[in-house]
């Protein structure tokens, strides 16, 4: 037993079985919680149920009732598919851009993109007010306002990284205005309830067909930014050392922004405004394994997925009524924020 129990210890105390179990914990945390977010909410259901539940779907033999199936399928499954996808998103935007602008205070929504899709919802729900349509139109005014943001760092050579933030700053303020206005001029008891919903974030209403609608951009972005992990370690080196090694830095941070645009603005499109995420989730990220982004970056979505499936899941728990998740988020992110400011940035790498 003694030899047994210095084997184990010797294990956890290398510094390959740490990573290992390091990995297998930041595995196995998303999975554990996406079936207990089955059993969790106003209707509970046991573990047998959901499991009953989900073979019933696969062997139709299996008799279970229907408004446990309606629960399962219908109700809570596209809201756990789409935190997933949400938090995953935003965390790896958000890890993205901060090692493509060198910056650890940069979140998925510094260049417009956030503000953007809240306008096109807004003037969506102000206009029509059909639920796909909404969505649609957030993810093309996410991402023209992030189009404009780059077209304009573009027409000015000098300090290209520099002014990108300072054109997204000045975009996503110019947005925000318009959400204003469009708030603005909403009806107060319909429109304007409706747009300061969405703007606080949520997946209460969330669909299967909207999930895997916004799933393709999510996953076409997030597998092309796992490709390129090794090249932002390079990147973050800066643009001389960069292209000595013979990569080219501009055509790179071009792919990595439009990549993080797209997985950001597919996520806003379903879920709403929700903060922090971003910004916060990296961080933990690089204190757990490092600022190597070849770990860094798998390490991030699995963090973010469960960190807002975990927020979801209090949304919608722990109060009579539901708590809108952006309100969760900022209450967590802001403290851990002004943690970060205490703390020094000069700790990031």
């Not at 807004?122 to 007010?129: S, T």
């Not at 792919?255 to 933990?284: D, F, N, Y």
């Amino acid at each position: 037993m003694s030899t047994e129990g210095n084997s184990v210890q010797r294990f956890f105390s290398d510094s390959e079985g740490k990573k290992w179990f390091l990995n297998f914990i930041l595995i196995t945390l998303p999975i554990i919680l996406f079936f207990v977010s089955f059993m969790i909410g106003r209707y509970p259901l046991s573990p047998l149920e959901v499991v009953t539940t989900i073979i019933a779907k696969f062997i139709p033999s299996i008799h279970v009732s229907a408004t446990a199936a309606t629960i399962v399928w219908d109700i809570r499954l596209p809201r756990i598919m789409a935190a997933i996808l949400v938090g995953a998103a935003l965390a790896v935007a958000g890890a993205a851009f901060q090692g493509t602008f060198k910056n650890p205070l940069v979140s998925p929504d510094i260049l417009g993109v956030s503000s953007g899709a809240g306008f096109g919802a807004a003037i969506a729900i102000l206009l029509i007010g059909i639920p796909l349509i909404i969505q649609m139109s957030a993810f093309a005014w996410g991402l023209i306002a992030v189009s404009i943001t780059y077209f304009v760092a573009r027409s000015i050579r000098n300090s290209e990284i520099l002014v990108m933030v300072l054109s997204g700053m000045a975009i996503a303020s110019f947005f925000t205005a318009l959400i204003s206005l469009c708030k603005y001029t909403a009806d107060p008891y319909s429109k304007l309830p409706q747009i300061v919903y969405w703007l606080m974030g949520s997946l209460a209403s969330v669909t299967n067909a909207q999930v895997l609608m916004v799933s393709i951009p999510i996953i076409v972005g997030i597998s092309i930014l796992l490709i390129l992990r090794w090249r932002l370690n390079v990147l973050a080196m800066g643009d001389e050392e960069s292209k000595s090694l013979g990569v080219e830095t501009n055509k790179l941070r071009f792919i990595i922004i439009v990549c993080c645009t797209l997985i950001t603005a597919a996520a806003v499109s379903i879920s709403g405004i929700i903060g922090w995420v971003g910004l916060i989730i990296p961080h933990i990220s690089r204190m757990l394994v490092g600022p190597d982004h070849k770990r860094l970056l798998p390490a991030t979505i699995c963090l973010g997925a469960t960190f807002l499936l975990l927020i979801d899941n209090i949304s919608r728990t722990v109060l009579s009524i539901e708590v809108p998740i952006g309100i969760l988020t900022a209450i967590i992110g802001a403290p851990f924020f002004l943690y970060l400011l205490r703390r020094g940035y000069n700790q990031w790498t």
